[in-house]
C-alpha cells in the first residue's frame, strides 16, 4: 500500500477514554503524508479492508465507525503542535483529532478522558480514584505522538524537536499574535456544534474578517457540508 500510493510515513497519536458501560477505549488516530495527490476513495477502500482483516485476527467485527479516513488540507502542523477544542456530543473533524489529548474531553457525559477524570476527582467524586490510577499505570513513559521511521527528517529535516518546556516558553513568547476579530459565544458554540475549528482556522489565514463572518453565515443557514472542500 505504501508503494502503490505513495505513503511517505505517518504521525500517530494515541488516545483512550473509558466509560462505566464500556470501561477503556484505546484508539489510534494516524495523520498520512503521501508523495502527491492520490484517489482517496480508492484508498480509503483498500485501507479499510485491511484494517478489517487486522481486527478479524483478533475475533473482531467492524462496524461502519471502526474506520474512518478523512481528507485534510492546510495547518496541519498547528494541530500536532497547539491546538484543542471543546467537544460537545459530536464527532471530532479529522485535523481535530492530531490534538494533543489533555486539551480534550471525551464524548458526552460518561466517556472521559484520562483529564476528565481527574476533574471529576477535583469535584469529590472518588469512585474515578481507581480509574485514574489504573491509566497512569499503564500508560506511563509511553509516547502519544509517534512519527514512522524517516518522516521527521523528510518533513523538517535537520530541526530538533523542542521539549515541552521549550514549547510552552516559545508560546508565552510569541508577540505577532494579530485579533481579526472576537466571536461571540453563540458564534464559538456554532462552531463547536460543527465541528469546524479547523475550517475555521483555514478561512482565517486569509486574514479577512468578513470571510470569517460569510462562513459563519454559511454555517447557521446551510449546516455543514460534507465533505467539506
Not at 505577532?176 to 472576537?182: A, I
Request: net charge negative; hydrophobic share 40%; glycine share 8%.
Amino acid at each position: 500500500m505504501r508503494k502503490e500510493f505513495g505513503v511517505l510515513g505517518t504521525v500517530s497519536v494515541r488516545e483512550v477514554t473509558w466509560s462505566k458501560v464500556n470501561g477503556w477505549h484505546p484508539h489510534c488516530h494516524e495523520l498520512i503524508f503521501f508523495a502527491g495527490d492520490i484517489d482517496e476513495f480508492e484508498y480509503e477502500r483498500v485501507a479499510r479492508l485491511q484494517w478489517q482483516k487486522s481486527a478479524e485476527q483478533f475475533g473482531l467485527q467492524m462496524n461502519e465507525r471502526g474506520f474512518q479516513f478523512d481528507r485534510t488540507f492546510g495547518a496541519v502542523a498547528d494541530y500536532v503542535a497547539k491546538f484543542g477544542r471543546e467537544p460537545q456530543d459530536t464527532v471530532w473533524s479529522a485535523a481535530t483529532e492530531i490534538t494533543k489529548s489533555h486539551l480534550k474531553q471525551g464524548r458526552g457525559d460518561e466517556h472521559l478522558t484520562p483529564f476528565g477524570l481527574l476533574e471529576r476527582i477535583a469535584q469529590g467524586e472518588t469512585e474515578y480514584e481507581s480509574v485514574f490510577l489504573e491509566y497512569a499505570q499503564w500508560f506511563k513513559g509511553k509516547h502519544q505522538l509517534v512519527w514512522s521511521a524517516g518522516l521527521r527528517s523528510q518533513l523538517l529535516g535537520n530541526v530538533e524537536a523542542l521539549s515541552d518546556e521549550e514549547v510552552a516558553q516559545a508560546a508565552v513568547a510569541e508577540d505577532d499574535n494579530v485579533c481579526l476579530g472576537k466571536l461571540q459565544r453563540s458564534q464559538w458554540n456554532l462552531i463547536l456544534k460543527y465541528e469546524a475549528r479547523g475550517m475555521l482556522l483555514e478561512v482565517a489565514r486569509y486574514g479577512d474578517w468578513t470571510l470569517i463572518l460569510d462562513f459563519l453565515y454559511c454555517l447557521e443557514t446551510d449546516g455543514l457540508p460534507s465533505p467539506f472542500y
